[in-house]
């Protein structure tokens, strides 16, 4: 059989050459190739001439599988067992294949012969493993015994017993051995067992205190302890107001956990294990920043619990409140101020002496205090993060119009609605507790990074828009 292609060699006529297809029909023609019967005697001897490729191979666990390398093809009319070269399986293409069996019809299984090996049959027996406790540290014990009595030999200990009280000393050596044997032998460990047991049940027959005879543990690091001040003064912490609101609470407690993790892997900052601070009771100076989460609904504090707060931004210290409801704000000019936690929040600044606020502006310090940043995003991305206004241009020439301001130019409040905490907020596994609004790929990343900035600023104060040292700086790295 001829077959032919009527095509050209490139893809200006058809592109067939070139494809797979081709290939395929180049190969379903070569596995054609030598099927045909023969008609007569003369191709007989061609028919037997030709051979097929192989095409499945069994392997030794009776699994197809493809051919081999040194996978030789067999004759057409091949009917002997399979060898070396003809490994059992199916030659020739699918429309023919050809079954080349791993045993003839007239072969029989017989079992294995192993008198030529002179050897015995036996069952294969599984070990048991050995306990070789006893024996290795019985060995480390006698090597210590040595070791001991080369060290007391060399310090000349053995000579100077003898040469003083020979019986004696050879008595005291026996002695100490006996004791040793005694001591690390296996009657050991049964009196060893012996006393356990006998403490357990001295212990059960104690009479046991009832509950209400139990003193409750103190709780750790209680603000109030009077051990906290100094382990507050010693490490660095964050801290947050506790509302009452259990869930709110949890997540202000879990998010500064995460932005302190934050803080420890990003910069040189390793604080403490954040504490929850009652204001209308525990001490407020040890803290640099105290995170506030406004709850609509919660009482307004008391006026000495205000008192506290106010007495502490005056003297240095920065209270992050967050209204935590940006998604709440009513539409409109002016909203953002309208929504309930903003209302909470305006009722309980109404009774503190706050200085006049504004947003962050692009060239505030804290855009810049340790990443560079353009928003402060939270669990949501639509608040405002206000803190104390600069001064002006007249109020920097006139000090004595210039505010009250906090030490080194810190802002001793700032305002967010954006649930900050939220977006802090971790579970024990290291995964994020809440979702976020709108759930940008890297918000929560900008979160923890708007975390940073504002405890940075609130530690190192306004050193980042000082340009004092700019021309003395340059000159050095032009140097």
């Known amino acids: 059989m001829i077959v032919l292609f009527h095509v050209t060699a490139d893809t200006r006529w058809s592109d067939l050459p070139l494809s797979g297809g081709f290939v395929e ?6 596995g054609l190739a030598g099927t045909a019967a023969a008609t007569d005697e003369a191709s007989k001897g061609r028919t037997e001439r030709e051979v097929v490729p192989p095409s499945r191979i069994l392997d030794g666990f009776g699994a197809f599988g493809p ?25 020739g293409p699918p429309e023919g294949l050809l079954a080349v069996n791993a045993l003839a019809p007239t072969d029989r299984l017989v079992g294995l012969d192993f008198t030529p090996l002179n050897g015995r049959l ?28 080369v060290v007391f030999l060399l310090a000349g200990g053995i000579g100077q017993m003898l040469r003083k009280r020979p019986q004696r000393a050879a008595a005291a050596l026996v002695l100490a051995l006996a004791l040793a044997a005694l001591t690390f032998g296996p009657q050991a460990s049964a009196q060893n067992a012996a006393q356990e047991t006998a403490q357990e049940t001295a212990q059960a027959q104690q009479p046991r205190r009832p509950p209400a005879q139990r003193a409750a543990p103190a709780p750790a690091d209680a603000p109030s302890d009077p051990d906290f001040a100094m382990k507050a003064t010693v490490e660095t912490r964050l801290a947050y107001v506790t509302t009452g609101d259990a869930e709110v609470d949890g997540t202000s407690k879990s998010g500064l956990q995460g932005l302190t993790m934050f803080l420890a892997q990003r ?39 205000l008192a506290r707060i106010d007495a502490y931004m005056k003297n240095g210290g920065t209270v992050l409140f967050d209204t935590r409801d940006a998604i709440m704000a009513p539409p409109g000019p002016g909203g953002a101020s309208r929504s309930p936690g903003m209302l909470a929040l305006r009722n309980i600044l109404s009774s503190l002496d706050i200085p006049e606020l504004e947003p962050v502006s692009r060239d505030h310090v804290l855009t810049k205090t340790f990443f560079l940043l353009k928003e402060f995003p939270g669990r949501f991305t ?24 906090a030490g080194d130019g810190v802002s001793s ?22 979702p976020l609004v709108p759930g940008e790929p890297r918000q929560r990343e900008f979160a923890f990074r708007a975390g940073v900035n504002i405890v940075i600023y609130t530690l190192t104060g306004n050193y980042k828009a000082d340009q004092v040292h700019v021309p003395a700086l340059l000159e050095r790295l032009g140097q």
């Open 25 to 30: 029909m180049l190969r379903r023609m070569v």
């Open 67 to 91: 051919p081999t390398a040194v996978t030789r093809p067999v004759p057409v009319g091949f009917v002997t067992r399979a060898n070396a070269d003809h490994p059992p399986g199916f030659y």
């Open 122 to 149: 036996e069952a294969y027996q599984i070990g048991e493993p050995q306990d070789l406790r006893g024996p290795v540290l019985m060995a480390a014990l006698v090597l210590l015994a040595l070791d001991a009595l």
């Open 267 to 305: 910069t040189a900052l390793e604080a403490g294990e954040p504490v929850g601070l009652d204001i209308g009771r525990d001490e407020l100076s040890f803290f640099p920043l105290i995170y506030w989460p406004v709850v609509p609904n919660a009482p307004k504090p008391t006026p000495a619990a």
């Open 382 to 405: 639509t608040g405002q993060l206000w803190v104390e206004a600069l001064p002006t241009a007249d109020e920097q020439a006139d000090e004595s119009k210039r505010p009250a301001r």
């Open 413 to 434: 409040i700032i305002i967010s609605s954006n649930d900050l905490a939220g977006a802090w907020a971790t579970r024990a596994d290291g995964q994020a507790m809440l």
